[in-house]
């Protein structure tokens, strides 16, 4: 899984396609797609889940932080599955980093701004690579040695 | 004529970002010769902004190096007129710069005006790098938080964010200043 994070409006979308090309199976929460759990409904070997920090706001809506860290987890772990089944296969996920502004006056959005950096921590830990995106430029910050691209 | 470097500068509100413009611009004119220049975008609006505008000015005057300074507050691309390939030229900063042009008008911003700001600036800023020797251009780093769609924040960040990414496509170097250390995203210092 190659997890691709940096601030809004940096070119993540563009370098992904720059990178991975534009086939595969775009998902994303800018569209207003779902992030659908069933692996049967994927076809292609790319799959790229965009947006995540608005799946995550959605979770924060009915759960609290800890809920919403362990259903996020459980469905990255399905797709970390998937991934793995395969060897083509390959997992990225984009995420707008949101987490240096100033404390949000709201409850509810400094809930979802924890649980966004909670979650970006685990698919960093649980992704074979990680790069931050500033305005069209990457920087590797984790590579493993499985990492494909 | 090969245009000249272009070197973009970001950084956080007070990370040190325009001493570090500052002071490359000297450097660059010790080693290379070439006159300073400095570019005021700034409109002094309130007594606050009017005390930055005369610390800044301070801050250069009483370095040895003599800088000359030539206010453009919009259509940038208007003062290229008055440089020349001996010229380093500082532009700090992009925000206020923007700012200008999307406020200066009662214009509603859809995307016609908004592709036309961006126009604007970017042509701007080429027109004056192709005149000069060196264009060192400095701007503010604001896309880290979460920003509601569809209202002013989001329409404004869209906007910063794809100049910025146009200038880092066509810098010969760019630099991340982050508490004061400059940290180099492109080009080799």
Redesign the interface.
């Known amino acids: 899984m190659h997890f691709i994070t940096g601030?809004?409006?940096?070119?993540k979308r563009a370098w992904v396609k720059g990178n991975y090309g534009i086939s595969g199976t775009w998902l994303s929460a800018y569209q207003g797609h779902h992030l659908i759990t069933d692996s049967n409904q994927i076809e292609s070997n790319l799959l790229i889940l965009e947006g995540i920090?608005l799946w995550l706001k959605d979770l924060t809506k009915s759960q609290d932080s800890y809920n919403c860290r362990e259903i996020w987890n459980s469905f990255m772990n399905d797709w970390l599955f998937w991934e793995k089944a395969e060897f083509n296969r390959r997992l990225v996920v984009i995420g707008t980093?949101?987490?240096?502004?100033?404390v949000?006056m709201e409850k509810e959005?400094r809930l979802?701004?924890d649980v966004t950096g909670w979650a970006y921590q685990d698919l960093a830990a649980k992704a074979d690579r990680v790069d931050i995106i500033?305005?069209?430029?990457n920087?590797t910050i984790k590579k493993t040695g499985d990492g494909k691209l | 004529m090969a245009a000249a470097s272009l070197i973009f500068i970001t950084g956080g509100v007070r990370s040190g970002k325009s001493s570090f413009a500052e002071k490359i611009a000297v450097e660059y004119a010790k080693e290379n010769g070439g006159q300073l220049n400095y570019l005021a975008t700034g409109v002094a609006s309130d007594p606050e902004m009017r005390e930055r505008i005369v610390k800044h000015q301070n801050d250069r005057e009483s370095g040895k190096s003599r800088w000359r300074t030539i206010e453009q507050s919009q259509t940038i691309g208007e003062s290229a007129a008055y440089f020349n390939k001996e010229d380093i030229i500082l532009i700090d900063c992009v925000t206020t710069l923007l700012n200008n042009e999307l406020f200066s008008y009662n214009q509603e911003w859809d995307d016609c005006f908004l592709a036309h700001v961006m126009e604007t600036i970017i042509t701007g800023i080429n027109k004056i790098r192709d005149r000069a020797k060196v264009l060192i251009v400095v701007s503010n780093?604001v896309?880290?938080?979460?920003?509601a769609e569809n209202n002013l924040v989001f329409f404004y960040?869209?906007i910063?964010?794809?100049i910025?990414?146009q200038?880092?496509?066509d810098a010969n170097q760019?630099f991340?200043v982050e508490a004061g250390i400059p940290i180099n995203?492109?080009g080799v210092r």
């Open positions: 601030g809004a409006f940096n070119g920090e980093d949101t987490t240096k502004g100033i949000p959005n979802w701004r500033w305005y069209g430029l920087q | 780093e896309f880290y938080e979460s920003i960040s869209r910063l964010g794809k910025h990414q200038l880092v496509k760019a991340l995203m492109k």
